[in-house]
């Protein structure tokens, strides 16, 4: 039985399982999912994923929500000679990988469900100073975390890098990074030049930014 993804595009979580696939160059059956019409609120989709989100992987009788837990069992199951570098067995390298997919889940992600949230909820048409301060500082505390190394988790690609890609290129298009974070920059643009990002992510962040830039001034 084939894997199985439920997706939407434009999502920043489905898109590092997307990039993570694309990396693993793995046959994934894809199934969008249309939550305008509710189709994560059907009954058959809850029972699976009580959360009502996506990403949501199967792998047979396996199922799993969370795109940093996806990512990671991919990686961990079906990475081959890929898993040694991108999530690798020595607990002190992966504890960071794991702070740094921490980091994207607590503080990068967030920031755009709340901006998403206010343009569907509330309707604003432009940032707070305070949406675009907190922004800011995400950018700053990754830019600090890549004064130190060269990606976000060591000095080699890692899924810390694929997770906090998928947000920062989503913040970007609202928040674009400024000069000053040389860092951020400089590994955002060496990402974006990867086959794998282009293949997995571009698609869904035209959308995202289309319909971002659609709602606000």
Known sequence: MPLKLYK????????AVLMTTEILKLNIEL???????GENYTPEYLEKNPLHCVPLLEDGDFILSDSHAIITYLVSKYGADKRAT????????????????????????????????AILVQGIKELSPQQVEDVNAAYDVLDKYLQKTK???????????????????????????????????AWFSSLQEQEWYQKGNLTGLA?????????LN
Do not use: W
């Open 86 to 117: 991108l999530y690798p067995n020595e607990l002190s390298v992966r504890a960071v990988i794991d702070s740094r997919m921490y980091f994207d889940t607590s503080i990068l992600f967030p920031n755009i469900r709340g901006i998403v949230k």
């Open 31 to 37: 199934q969008e999912l249309n939550i305008f019409n």
């Open 8 to 15: 939407i595009d434009a999502s920043p979580p489905v898109r």
């Open 151 to 185: 990606f976000v988790a060591g000095d080699h690609l890692t899924v810390a890098d694929v997770s906090c890609v998928a947000s920062i290129s989503s913040l970007a298009a609202i928040v674009p990074v400024d000069d000053k974070y040389e860092k951020l920059k």
């Open 207 to 215: 959308l995202f930014e289309g319909f971002v830039k659609s709602k």
